[in-house]
């Protein structure tokens, strides 16, 4: 039997032992996934081999330590040095970043984005704008605090804090803080996301599993907007296929892991 786990801290609100559960269990295949409350994201590689375990997703705040723990990084995680699945491959470690192309799949009905703002500048941000400038989208991100922003200069086309935004017209607006997640917090000043949506077509958030005040004011302005869950699925489904290393029908993860949301 394969066991597999998911790392993080805060880890028990996380839907996807549930997820890949189902997805072992209506397919047969030998295999159980857990949580992992980690503090030290430095005992990281440690807990994993003392565990046995054969793979991992690795969720707030551990996905940068995730990528230095790892022996070798394969695809998209190289452009942005964050792992969220991590592979045992006969005693070497191995890290991916399903997370960029989860959000693809999740804003695959969102027609026509040309450009896109991203609210926050943490792992989820790095990640989402690098692949969102591969498709060749305009990015602008908006953060907080001056800090994060460096790592993204060269990477997207402005990087802003909440004092020196200017308000344009965008497309698609995406909460990728953590504000939202356990408070009830905007992610940036009201005055300035009232007047950002105004512009806006569509709106998605990173957060899943309940309406954030981010996404109720884009409600409260008739704006299609979706949360999380999507971006969940698709990060999933993508990690599940390398935990099985391809020796189940992506249709059919897919199929089971979105009845797990149901249970
Ligand atoms: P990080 O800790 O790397 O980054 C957090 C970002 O949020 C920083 O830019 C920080 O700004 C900003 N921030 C935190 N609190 C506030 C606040 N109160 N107001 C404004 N900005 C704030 O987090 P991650 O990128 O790993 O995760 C971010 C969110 O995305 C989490 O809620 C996570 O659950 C969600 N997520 C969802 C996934 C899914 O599958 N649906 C997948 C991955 C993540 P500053 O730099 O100023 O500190």
Known sequence: MELFAIFGDPVSHSRSPLMH??????????????????????????????????????????????????????????????????????????GYNTDADGFMYAIE???????????????????????????????????????????????????????????????????????????DNYPCPQDILEKVLENTSYVADAIYGKLTPFLKLASDKNITYKDGSDMLLGQGVLANELFVNKKLKKEEIQKYMKKSFSL
């Open 109 to 183: 009905e969102f027609k026509n984005i040309q450009n896109i703002l991203v609210i926050g500048a943490g792992g989820t941000a790095k990640a989402l704008s690098s692949r969102f400038k591969q498709d060749n989208i305009e990015v602008d991100v908006l953060n907080r605090s001056e800090g994060r922003l460096q790592d993204f200069k060269n990477v997207v086309d402005n990087t802003y804090t909440w004092d020196s935004f200017t308000i344009k017209k965008y497309d698609l607006v995406v909460n990728t803080t953590s504000a939202g997640l356990s408070d």
């Open 21 to 94: 559960n189902c997805v072992f269990k209506n397919l047969n295949y030998k295999a159980c996934y857990t949580r992992i409350h980690l503090k030290d994201g430095s005992q990281l590689r440690d807990t994993f081999f003392a565990l046995k375990l054969s793979g991992a997703n690795i969720t707030v705040p551990h996905k940068e330590a995730a990528f230095n723990a790892c022996d070798e990084i394969r695809g998209f995680a190289n452009e942005v040095g964050v792992v969220n699945t991590i592979i045992n491959e006969h005693g070497k470690l191995v």
